[in-house]
């Protein structure tokens, strides 16, 4: 499965970002940032392709969450390829 997820600076600002995903009945969970990315606190949030632009404008709505990227995560035979956007 396929999959985007959101990284930040600081866990705090994962789990507020899941929270307002939350309350704009977006899907997502909090997850262990894969360990290919280096620069983050260690906890990222997981999100379906299909909300991307609704979550990119809740990112752009909300500047003081210490956002750090997106990435696209696609499970291969190999294991996971994890590409920045």
């Known amino acids: 499965m396929n999959y985007y997820i959101a990284i930040f600076k600081s866990?705090?600002?994962a789990v507020n970002f899941s929270n307002l995903l939350r309350m704009r009945n977006i899907p997502c969970a909090i997850v262990?940032?894969?360990?290919?990315?280096k620069q983050s606190c260690g906890l990222s949030v997981k999100f379906l392709g299909d909300y991307f632009l609704a979550v990119n404008e809740i990112i752009a709505l909300n500047p003081s969450l210490n956002f750090d990227g997106f990435y696209f995560v696609e499970d291969t035979w190999n294991g996971q390829k994890v590409r920045r956007l």
């Open 32 to 37: 262990n940032t894969p360990t290919s990315i």
């Open 11 to 13: 866990r705090s600002s």
